[in-house]
C-alpha cells in the first residue's frame, strides 16, 4: 500500500496570474426578462423569436458562475489586478483599439454586474502590466 502525501501549504493567491478573455458577447443584453419569459409556454423556451433563450441562459450562467468564482478567489487574496478580464472578443479587429481604451471594470459580486474599477486605468494598462508580470515570472523560473 502506498502512502500519498498532500501538501497543505496555504496557496499564496498573490503568484496567480490569469488572463480571462469572453468569447461572447456583453451579458446585459435586456433581450429576456421575468414578466415576458413568465408567459412563455414549452417551445418559447427552446425557440423564442429567432433566439435560443434556454441554450442562452445555460450558457451565460456557466461563463457568469466561472467568473463569480476566480472573481472571489483573487479578491480573497487581495491580488484583483492578477485576474484581468476582457468581456466580448467577437469581431476582435473591429473593437480591440475600444476594448483596450476602456476603463479596467469587473464584476460587481453584489449586482453581478460588470463595473469600472477605481485607479485601475484601462484595459490597455491592465494587459501590459500583465505581461510584465509574465515576463518577470518566466525570468524568475529560467533563473532558477
Known sequence: MAMEFIDTTPMNGQKMLVLSLGTGTAKDKGRYNAATASKWGLLDW?????????????????????????TTVFKAFHSEKNYPRIQNLQNLVQIGEKLLNKRVSRVNLETGKFVEVVDAGTNREALTGFAELLSAEKKLKVAN
Do not use: C, E, K, R
Not at 427552446?46 to 476566480?70: E, K, M, R
Open 46 to 70: 427552446v425557440f423564442n423569436d429567432g433566439a435560443t433563450p434556454l441554450i442562452d441562459i445555460f450558457q451565460d450562467a456557466s461563463s457568469d458562475l466561472v467568473d463569480y468564482h476566480v
